[in-house]
């Protein structure tokens, strides 16, 4: 599957981005899919992931009751929703999608990256 990330941007501080990631292929329905950030001089961080039917979903403590990930299987498209940003929320955000959903929070578990998009909060 190839992953193609957007909807990055710069935003002052308590504001609001929507991420989208559009998949290709037929058979993304059957992807847990995952949202991961870097930020400058840190290493690829765990933000949120939901499962194949987005019944089930899982967020960094850092973004919970913040950030909403969601899927549109018929859109081939996966979502962070992202609300109240924080300067320390700046980072280039990838999405990323693995077969199964253990160990979700991992980079090393998923097989598919996309390239990333930039998200900049400023205070």
């Known amino acids: 599957v190839q992953l193609q990330a957007s909807g990055g941007g710069l935003v002052q501080a308590g504001g609001s981005l929507r991420l989208s990631c559009a998949a290709s292929?037929?058979?993304?329905?059957?992807?847990?899919m995952g949202w991961f950030r870097q930020a400058p001089g840190k290493e690829r961080e765990f933000v949120a992931a939901?499962?194949?039917?987005?019944?089930?979903?899982y967020y960094a403590d850092s973004v919970k009751g913040r950030f909403t990930i969601s899927r549109d299987n018929a859109k081939n498209t996966v979502y962070l929703q992202m609300n109240s940003l924080k300067p320390e929320d700046t980072a280039v955000y990838y999405c990323?999608?693995?077969?199964?959903?253990?160990?979700?929070?991992?980079?090393?578990?998923?097989?598919?990256w996309g390239q990333g998009t930039q998200v900049t909060v400023s205070s």
């Open positions: 990323a999608a693995k077969y199964n959903s253990g160990s979700y929070y991992n980079t090393d578990a998923y097989s598919y």
């Open positions: 939901i499962n194949w039917n987005g019944g089930n979903t």
């Open positions: 292929g037929r058979t993304f329905s059957t992807y847990f």
